[in-house]
């Protein structure tokens, strides 16, 4: 078993916490049943629930899935812990300064929309507090669809965890690096990485190179796996093996922590005697894990065309509809484009799914301004978008020769449901209202008397 962060017992202090960031040690594969312990002899041998569990632990099952799922699909992890999560306090409802992840939003609008980035506070605050909701498909007390956050922190969660009960969590940073403690171990994730939190596991973000900005996808519909390839074979896009998952730690800790849950929308705090991060041991395929996004190996055209986007999907949430995505998450990472006598950018459209898109570095290939790191766009259901009346100039008159795009990754998340802005995303300062402006050079070019083949 896997051991070396064996004794550590609490990450409060810089020193201690850097010592433990860069000791990480991972397991490999995505969906494994894997296996971890943090002191020899945690883990129980042929059996989950053992009358009495080595070193007066108490067993807990988390479920990812229903207890019936099929097997091919079926998620649940056992824990050996210290106290069971029953002992909490009571909860009550936070209210926050503003709406941010609460309920309250606003129709579906039909233009395009686009944020600049959000600046980072200049007063203290953590991942929870630095958490503003942009846009909700769906409803979690359905199972359907996502929501898309934007956070800005500047501190470390100080003796407090977060679990949320509507859904999964894909933290994609744009600056800075993240320290994620969850029940099941450690991961860091900087940005080009990304890290994923299942629905209902306790976590705490602690930074440890100091402020961080990014996007989060909250996934209320089944958990993100990895697609299927089809024709392209048994490997390709993201592999399996380079996803990482931590080994087991824990804290045994009797300070008073706060727990926040997030519940229908709504932030709950309740107060524990001790650390959350108390799991010794466990097994199962309900588990954080991590992803270098330079690994993804993309799929493009090597003749004509520009292929629709689907081939660069990471991660995606499969609805009960086949080939129709709750959410979907796709990464635009470097790539050489070499397509002959072609429109190179992204084309034109209108997409009866609904698109949020982000950008962690460099620029997109569809914007030649406007579209920055930390920003965001979201084009709803049959919304008309494409390249802006620049970067359609410059493909339409550049001489093709093969090009690498380098430097840059643009990000997706796809829903099949109409993602309805908050009144926090309608009202923000960052909102470019002038967005509609970039495709307004797209003179009429139209000559009938033109041979056709020009
Ligand atoms: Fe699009």
Same mark, same amino acid.
């Given at each position: 078993?896997?051991? =070396?962060l064996?004794?550590?017992?609490?990450?409060?202090?810089?020193?201690?916490?850097?010592?433990?960031?860069n000791?990480?040690?991972?397991?490999t594969?995505?969906g494994?049943?894997?296996?971890?312990?943090?002191?020899?002899?945690?883990?129980?041998?042929?059996?989950?629930?053992?009358?009495?569990?080595?070193?007066?632990?108490y067993?807990?099952?988390?479920?990812g899935?229903?207890?019936?799922?099929?097997?091919?699909?079926?998620?649940?992890?056992?824990?050996?812990?210290?106290?069971?999560?029953?002992?909490?306090?009571?909860?009550?409802?936070?209210r926050?300064?503003?709406?941010?992840?609460?309920?309250?939003?606003? *129709?579906? $609008?039909?233009?395009?929309?686009r944020?600049?980035?959000?600046?980072?506070?200049?007063?203290?605050?953590?991942?929870?507090?630095?958490?503003n909701?942009?846009?909700?498909?769906?409803?979690?007390?359905?199972?359907?669809?996502a929501?898309?956050?934007?956070?800005?922190?500047?501190?470390?969660?100080?003796?407090?965890a977060?679990?949320?009960?509507?859904?999964?969590?894909?933290?994609?940073?744009?600056?800075?690096?993240?320290?994620?403690?969850?029940?099941?171990?450690?991961?860091?994730? =900087?940005p080009r990485?990304?890290?994923?939190?299942?629905?209902?596991?306790?976590?705490?973000?602690?930074?440890?190179d100091?402020?961080?900005?990014g996007?989060?996808?909250?996934?209320?519909?089944?958990?993100?796996?990895?697609?299927?390839?089809?024709?392209i074979?048994?490997?390709? $896009?993201?592999?399996?093996?380079?996803?990482?998952?931590p080994?087991?730690?824990?804290?045994?800790?009797?300070?008073?922590?706060?727990?926040?849950? =997030?519940?229908?929308?709504?932030?709950?705090?309740?107060?524990?005697?001790?650390?959350?991060?108390?799991?010794?041991?466990?097994?199962?395929?309900?588990?954080?894990?991590?992803?270098?996004?330079?690994r993804?190996?993309?799929?493009?055209?090597?003749?004509?065309d520009?292929?629709?986007?689907?081939?660069?999907?990471?991660?995606?949430?499969?609805?009960?509809?086949?080939?129709?995505?709750?959410?979907?998450?796709?990464?635009?990472?470097?790539?050489?484009?070499?397509?002959e006598?072609?429109?190179?950018?992204?084309?034109?459209?209108?997409?009866?799914?609904?698109?949020?898109?982000?950008?962690?570095?460099? *620029?997109?290939?569809?914007?030649?301004?406007?579209?920055?790191?930390g920003?965001?766009?979201?084009?709803?259901?049959?919304?008309?978008?494409?390249?802006?009346?620049?970067?359609?100039?410059?493909?339409?008159?550049?001489?093709l020769?093969?090009?690498?795009?380098?430097?840059?990754?643009?990000?997706?998340?796809?829903?099949?449901?109409? $993602?309805?802005?908050?009144?926090?995303?309608?009202?923000?300062?960052?909102?470019?209202?002038?967005?509609?402006q970039?495709?307004?050079?797209?003179? =009429?070019?139209?000559d009938?008397?033109?041979?056709?083949?020009?």
């Amino acid at each position: 078993m896997n051991s =070396k962060l064996s004794v550590e017992r609490e990450v409060r202090d810089t020193a201690t916490r850097t010592r433990l960031t860069n000791e990480l040690t991972y397991q490999t594969g995505f969906g494994n049943e894997f296996s971890t312990e943090a002191i020899s002899g945690a883990l129980p041998i042929g059996q989950n629930n053992p009358q009495k569990p080595a070193f007066g632990l108490y067993a807990e099952q988390l479920s990812g899935t229903s207890f019936t799922t099929a097997r091919a699909t079926n998620l649940r992890t056992w824990m050996y812990r210290i106290r069971p999560s029953v002992l909490q306090g009571t909860y009550r409802l936070i209210r926050k300064d503003s709406n941010a992840l609460a309920p309250l939003d606003v *129709a579906p $609008l039909p233009e395009a929309q686009r944020w600049n980035p959000q600046p980072l506070p200049d007063t203290p605050v953590d991942f929870v507090d630095g958490l503003n909701t942009l846009a909700i498909s769906g409803d979690p007390a359905t199972l359907s669809g996502a929501a898309v956050h934007l956070y800005a922190a500047t501190i470390d969660m100080d003796r407090k965890a977060f679990v949320n009960t509507d859904g999964e969590m894909l933290i994609i940073p744009q600056q800075g690096t993240l320290c994620l403690i969850t029940e099941l171990g450690m991961l860091t994730a =900087k940005p080009r990485e990304i890290a994923v939190i299942p629905r209902g596991l306790k976590f705490a973000v602690h930074l440890p190179d100091g402020p961080s900005r990014g996007y989060v996808c909250e996934n209320h519909g089944s958990a993100f796996r990895l697609p299927d390839l089809g024709l392209i074979g048994a490997s390709g $896009l993201a592999n399996r093996r380079d996803f990482l998952t931590p080994v087991a730690r824990f804290e045994d800790s009797d300070a008073a922590h706060e727990l926040i849950a =997030k519940t229908g929308g709504q932030l709950w705090s309740t107060t524990l005697d001790h650390s959350p991060f108390d799991v010794v041991a466990w097994h199962g395929n309900v588990a954080p894990y991590k992803y270098d996004l330079d690994r993804f190996q993309s799929i493009g055209s090597i003749s004509f065309d520009h292929p629709d986007p689907s081939i660069y999907t990471v991660l995606t949430s499969p609805s009960d509809t086949p080939g129709t995505a709750n959410a979907d998450f796709c990464a635009l990472t470097t790539r050489w484009a070499v397509a002959e006598h072609t429109f190179r950018p992204p084309y034109f459209h209108r997409n009866v799914m609904s698109e949020f898109m982000g950008l962690i570095c460099g *620029a997109h290939d569809a914007k030649a301004g406007g579209f920055v790191p930390g920003g965001a766009s979201i084009h709803n259901a049959f919304t008309p978008h494409g390249p802006d009346a620049e970067t359609y100039r410059r493909a339409r008159d550049t001489t093709l020769e093969p090009h690498k795009i380098t430097e840059s990754i643009a990000f997706m998340f796809e829903t099949r449901l109409p $993602l309805r802005l908050t009144a926090w995303a309608v009202q923000t300062p960052q909102r470019q209202h002038d967005y509609q402006q970039c495709w307004s050079a797209l003179a =009429k070019q139209f000559d009938g008397d033109r041979h056709a083949t020009e």
